[in-house]
């Protein structure tokens, strides 16, 4: 079971770009032709505070996601968006293109680019199985992508976009398919803006009216279209994160439960654990005892 050193919280990797060609400092291309998969510091859990996109032509190693395990299979696309904990069993050969840019490179790109499914990720997806005319059309767009991607000039970031949005959205198309959620509306953009609002705040604001501030509508009417989109209240959406993050510090750090809901903006422990007890039929000695990875 790999963990944390004691009192050792879970690290955050920034962006670290390498010297190439196009000099962004913000994205990154770069072609895995039987190099190593990860470097060592990724053996240890941690989050990144950036996106990252691989398509894996061959691979085989095995890594978590958020306590969840994923066996890297041939012709397949994975993602991670910033914040999620991960970890790698060992560092294997990996033939595929990774794509990582930062949440500033995503600023600088059209607002519709951020609103795309697969970087949203409402759903908390990480793998998407493709057929053989979509790892045809993947491969080509990458070969487009890495073209501009050598090719520093005037033209290199509007290329760049061009492609990218190109990429992004045929891989929300499949993201829509292989996890369902509904087309998006007016209601369905309030309910993505409403769990963007709570990844950013879910540590300090644990009530649905203060996330009605947030987003300038009345309590009521976020709670009525937040149910009406997703089936839970909105409250709901709010205790799922805390207890995802709270799953998350317990599997793969050694923090004291006290210091855990401190973290998570609880100021009694006992109650911090009562409600996790209640959200998920475990108590957190419970569930960190009875965690599982690999031998």
Not at 33 to 55: C, E, I, N, Q, T
Not at 75 to 89: I, L, S
């Amino acid at each position: 079971m790999t963990t944390l050193p004691l009192e050792q919280p879970v690290p955050v990797y920034s962006f670290a770009p390498q010297p190439v060609a196009s000099g962004s400092q913000s994205f990154q291309l770069i072609r895995s032709a039987g190099a190593l998969a990860y470097r060592s510091d990724m053996l240890r859990p941690h989050r990144k505070d950036y996106y990252v996109l691989v398509f894996v032509q061959r691979g085989g190693c095995r890594h978590w996601v958020d306590m969840t395990p994923y066996l890297l299979k041939n012709n397949a696309f994975y993602f991670t968006v910033p914040g999620q904990v991960m970890v790698k069993e060992e560092p294997r050969p990996m033939w595929g293109t990774s794509l990582v840019f930062t949440r500033e490179f995503l600023a600088l790109q059209p607002a519709s680019l951020a609103q795309l499914p697969l970087l949203l990720n409402p759903q908390q997806g990480h793998e998407l199985l493709l057929t053989a005319a979509d790892v045809a059309f993947v491969e080509d767009t990458l070969a487009k992508l890495e073209a501009e991607y050598n090719t520093p000039g005037e033209w290199q970031h509007p290329m760049l976009t061009a492609h990218l949005t190109v990429l992004l959205t045929y891989l929300s198309r499949l993201y829509t398919q292989q996890f369902p959620g509904g087309e998006p509306t007016a209601d369905r953009l309030l309910l993505q803006q409403y769990r963007a609002r709570i990844e950013e705040n879910f540590r300090e604001l644990h009530e649905v009216g203060a996330y009605a501030r947030l987003l300038h509508i009345s309590a009521g009417h976020l709670s009525e279209v937040i149910k009406a989109q997703s089936g839970k209240p909105a409250s709901a959406h709010i205790q799922e994160r805390l207890v995802l993050e709270a799953r998350r510090l317990l599997f793969h750090t050694p923090q004291s439960v006290k210091e855990i809901a401190f973290e998570l903006g609880f100021a009694d422990a006992s109650y911090f654990s009562r409600f996790f007890k209640h959200q998920t039929g475990h108590t957190p000695a419970e569930f960190r005892s009875s965690r599982e990875m690999y031998p």
